[in-house]
């Protein structure tokens, strides 16, 4: 176990609906960021956040954003839902600040399936 | 951008068997270089990492990985594989992206099988 854990393990939604999902970090960690794994693919940086700042993004469009609060856990919300946002969501929790090197703790992903 | 590749989609090794699973990026200034493995219904966790020094980087459960800077390269290693050594295993690499940050990408990964 990795004490990253996040919500819902599987959800369901049609297109253009929108959807948030939750990161509860490593206790102690104070950055965080997410990833998306399509099917078949390793996973693509969508963003992080460092001390509730975003700090960095992949290349990925504004209806992807998010939150960190105080507590440093996140969340990954997108607008506008489209059937290629089909993927498993990865939230990754780090001790260190950023600096390139630094050691990813996983959750088990959100499975997020657009009909 | 910076992208990393993995060769072998699939690979399957009888027990005992030496392995080695290539990996190249594309990036022309300082990366950082990591192996991450994901076991069976397990979450995805760092094998080892480089980023300076030794080129040659050992990490957990008898994995090595050598970092070859004028082939691009940081081939996953291990002498004698065992059954529990079935995962999928994916390189990565972190480069500074500009602004304070690091990007970090992910090859495809490849799934080992090894048969008892």
């Known amino acids: 176990e990795t004490g990253v854990t996040q919500s819902p393990t599987h959800l369901i939604k049609t297109r253009g609906q929108q959807v948030t999902l939750r990161c509860s970090s490593q206790?102690?960690?104070?950055?965080v960021s997410w990833y998306q794994q399509a099917l078949g693919q390793g996973p693509q940086f969508i963003f992080q956040?460092?001390?509730?700042?975003?700090?960095g993004r992949g290349n990925f469009p504004p209806r992807f954003s998010g939150l960190q609060f105080p507590n440093y856990s996140s969340e990954l919300n997108v607008n506008a839902l489209e059937l290629d946002d089909s993927a498993l969501y990865l939230c990754?929790?780090?001790?260190?600040?950023?600096?390139?090197?630094?050691?990813?703790?996983f959750g088990s992903g959100t499975q997020l399936s657009v009909l | 951008a910076q992208s990393v590749s993995q060769h072998n989609h699939h690979v399957i090794l009888s027990e005992a068997a030496s392995l080695e699973l290539g990996c190249n990026y594309s990036?022309?200034?300082?990366?950082?270089l990591f192996w991450y493995v994901q076991y069976p219904g397990q979450h995805l966790q760092l094998l080892l990492k480089?980023?300076?020094?030794?080129?040659l980087v050992k990490g957990i459960k008898g994995f090595e990985a050598e970092f070859i800077k004028s082939k691009f390269s940081f081939n996953l290693r291990k002498p004698s594989v065992q059954w529990s050594d079935t995962a999928e295993y994916f390189c990565?690499?972190?480069?500074?992206?500009?602004?304070?940050?690091?990007?970090?990408?992910f090859g495809k990964g490849t799934k080992l099988s090894v048969i008892p």
């Open positions: 990565a690499a972190s480069a500074y992206s500009g602004a304070g940050s690091y990007q970090l990408t």
């Open positions: 206790s102690g960690h104070n950055t």
């Open positions: 990036y022309g200034g300082t990366v950082n």
């Open positions: 956040y460092y001390r509730e700042e975003e700090n």
């Open positions: 990754a929790s780090s001790l260190d600040s950023p600096g390139g090197n630094e050691k990813l703790f």
């Open positions: 480089y980023f300076s020094g030794d080129p």
